[in-house]
């Protein structure tokens, strides 16, 4: 049974930084292409990043390249959202997805087979 945990998130100001781990089990997250994805108050989900399976290869909306990060431990099988210079827009649910092993990247949330329950990041002004 697949298993995927988020934690890390909180209350931070703007400008601040957090990080985000996706804790998995039942699969491995060397073999699975891994989402990060958020949903703001009253909007839709949102596609935020992700890293291939074969962990070389990132790829972030435009909204956050240059401050989110994506990696990976294979020891811990975990998967890290690393955020900094924080905005208020960035204020929303985030979720961690995987996709079945092997497969290719996407930004689609619709391809992803697998979804934490998510965790709450605010950025205060």
């Known amino acids: 049974q697949v298993q995927l945990v988020e934690s890390g998130g909180g209350l931070v100001q703007t400008g601040g930084s957090l990080r985000l781990s996706c804790a998995a089990s039942g699969l491995s997250v060397g073999r699975c292409p891994m989402g990060w994805f958020r949903q703001a108050p009253g909007k839709e989900r949102e596609f935020v990043g992700i890293i291939s399976w074969t962990g070389r290869d990132t790829y972030y909306t435009d909204a956050v390249k240059d401050r989110f990060t994506i990696s990976r431990d294979g020891a811990k099988n975990t998967v890290d959202l690393q955020m900094y210079n924080l905005k208020p827009e960035d204020t929303a649910v985030y979720y961690c997805?995987?996709?079945?092993?092997?497969?290719?990247?996407?930004?689609?949330?619709?391809?992803?087979?697998?979804w934490g329950q998510g965790t709450q990041v605010t950025v205060s002004s």
């Open positions: 997805a995987a996709r079945r092993s092997y497969e290719s990247a996407s930004r689609r949330q619709q391809d992803y087979n697998f």
